[in-house]
């Protein structure tokens, strides 16, 4: 492609290789900050110990992240379990049900759904869900699952909104649309011969689906949700407003909690101590690590999607 | 009841339920916009943009400071991001189109494009909070920009290799080099979608609160003075709704209201010119 040498031409390739650069530089330069700025704390506290410990008191400098990680592994793991079924549900309607006209409204509303910044999130669940949740939703929930033998653990306390099982509402609506894009996309790749050939032996539609649309873009669903687990996992501000920010760990969805990104927007800026502080930035490493692996595993599903389905 | 029964049954409560799913999808945006919409519009008034806040407690005050801090912090990001952006997607697409390196870089951007924008403000505290001793608008538009970069740069490789090979080859048959190529061919075939990606961007990282919280902070004051703390809309809100007072709750919800608006109508704006110039 270079034919002649041009010294412009050489120049600007360098700038714009520079700049592409600058990726690398920053994923490996936030790497290798967070480790310094946290090198205290890992001395103090090493890794395993601070990965398992349910102390976070700032009063006696101890620090562990097993509190944060909890709430941040339940709210995460609650939220996909709500928003899996609705995102693959939106995908199937999308592309399979709705009428031609609808498909495209549908689809940008439904990604709309992402672009709301995720402080409008918090802020709509501090003033009018969390209040609703309190009221009705998880009194009914308390009286109906919660009296069952064996899950009433999960439905203990007084409801006052201000809990994971609300934080877990917010964050699933928020990432319904990252797994819902991701899945339509995949359903349309289907080959459309495959899907005709089942109906043409007399399958329904529902069967089509569940047989091969599914099957055949098992990969890029893979990927969507994996990529939504990564979101879920980073997101801040919807749950900081309603999660109430308590180091504890607790059997009840109607506790408040911490996850390692409420506890950092909460106090960072607070931090009066180098330990403290420290101990955030193991936390900040702890979650970077953590989202680092799970994107990369979303980003070889959807790799591997888009070879099988380009062959 | 017979197979072919049970099969039909079947079938159709799998598909009501995920029509069921639609409207669930459907449901919360408009319970959520128009819930922004009803308390936005209600608490918005003239004062708000022209008036610095008030002590706590007292009536009356605006969000003026972080309107303009917002604008502020938003353009000097979007100026630092774009070109490197821009260039750095020029080069995947054009000078290390189809290497292993290429391929790795814009790999890694898109797992950069989801990485917890909070930790991005804590990367930022640690490289310019901290070593400069104070909070800065400076650092709250680095933090923004760190953001923008890879989507910029991602949309921006896709979108110039989207132009036809056959258009470069025609102007490198007129003798002309690459830079050349890029800039006057290349640049000009891709500028619809480069331009959607940067307001996607800019839309994207508008909403940020989080990676602002420990590099702009917040200011109770008007101020232009981007080396010193400066208030934002996205702080504002998440200081004054979490805040014990009626009038602050209103003002949040204003300034909400502003926001969301700006951002869907950026947002919708990028998607129709996408659809209108690649359909």
Not at chain 2, 154 to 180: I, N, Q
Request: hydrophobic residues 55%; proline residues 4%; neutral net charge.
């Amino acid at each position: 492609m270079l034919q002649k040498k041009n010294p412009v031409d050489f120049a600007f390739s360098l700038i714009t290789a520079l700049a592409s650069l600058t990726v690398i530089v920053l994923i490996g330069g936030i790497f290798v900050v967070l480790w310094q700025e946290s090198s205290l704390s890992i001395r103090k506290f090493g890794v395993i110990d601070f990965l398992l410990s349910t102390d976070w008191n700032p009063v006696t400098e101890s620090f562990g992240a097993a509190t944060a990680i909890y709430g941040t592994a339940v709210t995460t793991l609650l939220a996909l379990l709500m928003a899996i079924p609705a995102a693959i549900g939106i995908a199937i309607f999308v592309t399979e049900i709705a009428p031609d006209f609808l498909k495209g409204p549908i689809g940008i509303a439904i990604e709309l759904l992402a672009a709301i910044p995720s402080i409008i999130y918090g802020m709509w669940g501090l003033f009018t869900l969390a209040p609703i949740m309190a009221n009705y939703i998880e009194p009914a929930l308390q009286k109906s699952i919660g009296a069952l033998p064996g899950v009433g653990i999960l439905f203990q306390g007084t409801p006052m909104g201000i809990d994971l099982f609300t934080a877990s509402v917010i964050l699933s609506i928020m990432i319904i649309p990252f797994t819902a894009s991701i899945a339509r996309d995949s359903f349309t790749l289907t080959p459309s011969v495959v899907k005709e050939s089942a109906y043409a032996i007399g399958a329904t539609k529902w069967e089509v689906v569940k047989n091969v649309v599914l099957p055949y873009s098992k990969l890029g669903v893979f990927g969507g949700v994996a990529l939504s687990l990564g979101r879920a996992l980073g997101e801040t501000m919807a749950v900081a407003f309603v999660l109430g920010n308590n180091h504890q760990i607790t059997t009840s969805l109607f506790d408040a909690a911490a996850t390692i990104t409420v506890t950092l927007a909460n106090e960072f800026t607070e931090a009066d101590t180098d330990v403290y502080l420290s101990s955030l930035f193991y936390l900040a490493l702890v979650l970077f690590a953590l989202s680092f692996i799970v994107l990369a595993v979303a980003k070889f599903f959807l790799l591997k999607a888009e070879r099988r389905y380009s062959r | 009841m017979n197979v072919e029964k049970r099969r039909k049954v079947e079938s159709f409560i799998a598909l009501s339920l995920s029509t069921l799913a639609a409207v669930f999808g459907l449901f919360w945006l408009v319970f959520i916009l128009s819930d922004v919409l009803v308390h936005g519009i209600g608490a918005l008034h003239p004062g708000l943009f022209t008036n610095d806040p008030a002590p706590p407690g007292i009536s009356g005050g605006g969000l003026r400071n972080a309107f303009v801090g917002q604008l502020l912090i938003t353009i000097s990001a979007t100026v630092i991001g774009v070109p490197v952006g821009v260039l750095g997607g020029t080069f995947l697409a054009e000078y290390a189109r189809g290497t292993k390196l290429a391929r790795v870089t814009s790999i890694l951007s898109d797992i950069m494009v989801s990485v917890p924008s909070i930790v991005i403000g804590t990367f930022i505290y640690a490289v310019l909070v901290k070593p400069l001793g104070h909070f800065s608008g400076w650092a709250g538009a680095v933090a923004l920009a760190v953001i923008m970069i890879p989507v910029v740069l991602r949309t921006t490789e896709d979108m110039l290799s989207l132009v036809p090979w056959t258009l470069r080859e025609a102007a490198f048959a007129l003798g002309a080099p690459y830079y050349k190529v890029i800039v006057q061919v290349v640049y000009r075939g891709a500028a619809t979608g480069i331009f959607t990606g940067i307001l996607l961007s800019i839309a994207r990282v508008a909403g940020e609160t989080a990676p602002l919280l420990f590099t702009s902070f917040n200011n109770q004051f008007f101020t232009t003075d981007m080396s010193g703390p400066v208030a934002s809309l996205t702080v504002s809100i998440f200081q004054y709704a979490m805040g014990p007072y009626d009038e602050w709750h209103q003002q949040a919800w204003a300034a909400a209201f502003m926001i969301t608006v700006v951002i869907l109508v950026i947002t919708i704006l990028g998607r129709l010119l996408i659809k209108w110039r690649y359909k």
